[in-house]
């Protein structure tokens, strides 16, 4: 069987990275598509595992040799979904999660139509301006513009399949879990010809 493809999207701080490291260890065949980004890395970032820290020349090589599933400008840095890494895990079954911006998420949708499409909400726009003040990753300038950001991403999420209102990290993790778990029982992921020859196996025409 096919694997399938989640595609988690939300504005910046809403906490979409801490609900996937909560969940990754917990499921079973569940794996994470690295990014390239041409962003510094923040204190503790390992580059391969947060993500993939390239130049922007080297970045725009990979562009020209069309090694992204998407990519899309994001808050002033570039961001790229490699895609041998999807393709072949989609190839081997497995389900994939993409932590990625709403511009890359809609560019995603235009080519994969039965991908899982998960936006993260905050409760409020203010809770989402303290969190992200909270975190103290970004200068005023980085973060009024994620901030700014934030409305249009708000404004896409009718677009998603699913949405989650974080304003609970443990029931967050739990929705997102069990909406990875339901969406592998659906009747066009699971009835392969071998599962129906099974069922059918010994029952007569008549
Ligand atoms: P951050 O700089 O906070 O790690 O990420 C900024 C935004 O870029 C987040 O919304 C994150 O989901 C998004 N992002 C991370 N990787 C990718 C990617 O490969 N493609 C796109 N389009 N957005 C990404």
């Given at each position: 069987?096919?694997?399938?493809?989640?595609?988690?999207?939300g504005p910046?701080?809403?906490?979409?990275?801490?609900i996937?490291?909560?969940?990754?260890?917990?499921?079973d065949?569940?794996?994470f598509s690295?990014s390239?980004?041409?962003?510094?890395p923040?204190?503790?970032?390992?580059d391969?595992?947060?993500y993939?820290?390239v130049?922007k020349?080297?970045?725009?090589k990979m562009?020209?040799n069309s090694?992204?599933?998407e990519?899309?400008?994001?808050?002033?840095?570039?961001?790229?979904?490699?895609?041998?890494?999807?393709l072949?895990?989609?190839?081997?079954?497995?389900?994939?999660i993409?932590?990625?911006?709403v511009?890359g998420?809609?560019q995603?949708?235009?080519n994969?139509?039965?991908a899982?499409f998960?936006?993260?909400?905050p409760?409020?726009?203010e809770?989402?301006?303290?969190?992200?003040?909270?975190r103290?990753?970004e200068?005023?300038?980085a973060l009024?513009?994620?901030l700014?950001?934030?409305?249009?991403?708000?404004?896409?999420?009718i677009?998603?399949?699913y949405?989650?209102?974080?304003?609970d990290?443990e029931?967050?993790?739990?929705?997102?879990k069990?909406?990875?778990?339901?969406?592998?029982y659906?009747?066009?992921?699971?009835?392969?010809?071998?599962l129906?020859?099974?069922?059918?196996k010994?029952?007569s025409?008549r």
């Amino acid at each position: 069987m096919k694997g399938t493809l989640f595609v988690v999207s939300g504005p910046s701080g809403v906490g979409k990275t801490s609900i996937i490291n909560s969940l990754i260890n917990k499921l079973d065949n569940v794996v994470f598509s690295v990014s390239c980004t041409t962003r510094a890395p923040r204190p503790g970032e390992v580059d391969g595992v947060d993500y993939f820290f390239v130049s922007k020349e080297k970045f725009m090589k990979m562009i020209e040799n069309s090694e992204f599933l998407e990519w899309a400008e994001v808050h002033g840095n570039l961001y790229g979904t490699p895609k041998k890494f999807v393709l072949e895990n989609i190839e081997k079954g497995k389900r994939i999660i993409l932590d990625i911006d709403v511009q890359g998420a809609l560019q995603v949708k235009k080519n994969f139509d039965d991908a899982v499409f998960i936006f993260v909400a905050p409760p409020s726009y203010e809770v989402l301006r303290e969190r992200l003040l909270k975190r103290g990753t970004e200068k005023t300038e980085a973060l009024l513009k994620r901030l700014e950001n934030a409305k249009w991403e708000l404004s896409k999420m009718i677009e998603f399949n699913y949405l989650i209102v974080n304003d609970d990290l443990e029931k967050s993790v739990l929705v997102m879990k069990s909406i990875i778990i339901g969406e592998s029982y659906k009747t066009t992921r699971i009835l392969t010809e071998e599962l129906i020859k099974n069922l059918f196996k010994g029952v007569s025409d008549r």
